[in-house]
Each structure stands twice: as C-alpha cells, then as structure tokens.
C-alpha cells in the first residue's frame, strides 16, 4: 500500500473517530439533562434500552459435539491425497518460489528492517515444520488410518466454552439501582462529565485544526 493510501486511510479513520466522540458526548448530556430534568421519563427509556442478552443461550449451538471420525475414515484415501496435494504445494513454494528478500522490502516499509527480517524467518521456519508434519499426518492417513486413533483419542476430549464464560451470564444491577435512586444527582454528574470531555475534544480539534492550517 503506497504513502497517499495509507494517510488517506489515516484521515477517514480520525474523522469516523471524532464524529463518533461527538455524536457520543452530545448523546451523554442530552441523558443527564433529561435525567435532571424530567427523570421519571428518562429512567424509563433507559430501562427500555436495557435488555438482557445471554451469550450462553445464543453459543449453546456451538457447544454440541458432531461427531465426524466415521465419514472421515471412511474416505481417508481421499483426504490423505488432498493433505498431501496442499502440503506438497505449500513446501514447493518455499523451496522453489519463495523470496524472503522482496517481502522484507515490502514489510520495512512498516516495520524495522531487522524485525521484518526475524518476523518472516520464524513464520517461515513454522510453516515449512507445520508442512512437513501435515505431509507424514497425510502419508500416515492414506496408507495405515489405524495408527491415529490412539493419537485422536489423546486429543478429541470436549471443552466446553459456556462454563468458561458463564460469569457473563450474571446480571449486575448495582449501576441500576444507584441510577433509580438518585436520578438527578447523576444527571448532574453525567452533564459535568459531557461537558469536560466535550471542551477538551473541542481544544484538541481546534488546536490540531490550527497546526495544519500553519
């Protein structure tokens, strides 16, 4: 990607940036004012907005184990042949066809050179072991399935991700409570806060404004 492309990125990323931060703090004090002012109104469309989701409940489609050993080893002639069509590509290309010196000229354009360097030399170095290890994987499947199954048996064990997060399945309404408490008094608080970021956003846009037109 050429310099003009990159700082024309740089540009529309910065501007999505302060419109978002603007839109957001303007957003922000029009909630603390309506809370200071009309606070029974507001505390109910903030509870309209607040609706539970549960991850556990949407994921629980991820978490049923489908069971594909049986159509796997009845076709291992033809999945052998396939992990050895692309780990022989693959291996072809680093030895016939790969350039480590163009890509390091490419990638010091955003990196230091020597890092470039050493980056590309170990992904290079994993992929051509991790190409050789899926090519004896493929001549192992092809010719003699049978010797993976203890292999399998190690590593086919079901983890399942809804205990892992199920912490996040727990509603906390301390912030709720403390809001239908004392609406006004966080109205207040959330006015000040929107009108400190907005000032600060404000001098930040003018002053960097004032720099580029110097």
């Known amino acids: 990607m050429d310099p003009s492309s990159i700082a024309f990125l740089k540009e529309i990323s910065l501007e999505a940036a302060t419109l978002f931060i603007a839109f ?17 109104s507001a505390l109910r469309f903030i509870q309209s907005m607040n609706i539970w989701y549960s991850p556990r409940r ?35 290309y680093f030895l016939f066809d790969y350039d480590q010196a163009r890509l390091v000229h490419d990638f010091s354009r955003y990196f230091n050179k020597h890092i470039a360097d050493w980056l590309l030399e170990a992904i290079s170095l994993f992929l051509l072991l991790g190409n050789v290890f899926v090519m004896a994987i493929g001549i192992i499947i ?3 399935p049978g010797l993976l199954k203890s292999f399998e048996a190690q590593c086919n064990r079901w983890i399942s991700t809804r205990k892992v997060y199920k912490f996040l399945d727990i509603e906390h309404n301390g912030a709720d409570s403390m809001l239908t408490r004392n609406p006004k008094v966080l109205g207040v608080l959330i006015i000040l806060a929107s009108l400190y970021v907005l000032v600060n956003f404000t001098v930040l846009v003018v002053t960097k404004n004032m720099v580029i037109v110097i």
Do not use: C, D, N
């Open 24 to 40: 957001g703090v303007v957003f922000t004090f029009i909630i603390g004012l309506w809370l200071l002012m009309q606070p029974t």
């Open 58 to 92: 949407s994921m629980k489609p991820l978490e049923v184990p489908r069971f594909q050993e049986r159509a796997f080893y009845r076709h291992h002639k033809i999945w052998g042949i396939l992990l050895l069509a692309g780990a022989g590509y693959s291996l072809y």
């Open 142 to 144: 092809l010719l003699r």
